[in-house]
């Protein structure tokens, strides 16, 4: 059975950081791309950074220089670092593994930016 469990979400000042975590069963982790999308209420889920199983890495502009997005392959986590959160990060954040045809999503984890 495959599971992808999110964790690290919470609530945050503006300017404030966050480190998000996905741990994944179930899977050969190490060949799946793997990325982050959220959503925020009444908007569609948005790519926010993938990771590659070769490492290789891309960003949605709004995040570009302020998150990170890596992988440990010894333990089946990829990780966000968040840096410089602002009011309009807050959406729920979801971890996804991908190959060919197989796609997996997790459960997703809060992430609320408020002063």
């Known amino acids: 059975q495959v599971q992808l469990v999110e964790s690290g979400g919470g609530l945050v000042q503006p300017g404030g950081s966050l480190r998000l975590s996905c741990a994944a069963s179930?899977?050969?982790?190490?060949?799946?791309?793997m990325g982050w999308y959220r959503q925020a209420p009444g908007k569609q889920r948005e790519l926010v950074a993938k990771?590659?199983?070769?490492?290789?890495?891309d960003y949605a502009d709004s995040v570009k220089g302020r998150f990170t997005v890596s992988r440990d392959n010894a333990k089946n986590t990829v990780y966000l670092q968040m840096n410089s959160l602002k009011l309009e990060d807050t959406a729920v954040y979801y971890c996804?593994?991908?190959?060919?045809?197989?796609?997996?999503w997790g459960q997703g984890t809060q992430v609320t930016v408020s002063s």
């Open positions: 990771i590659t199983n070769g490492g290789s890495t």
């Open positions: 179930g899977i050969s982790f190490s060949i799946y791309h």
């Open positions: 996804n593994a991908n190959r060919a045809i197989q796609n997996y």
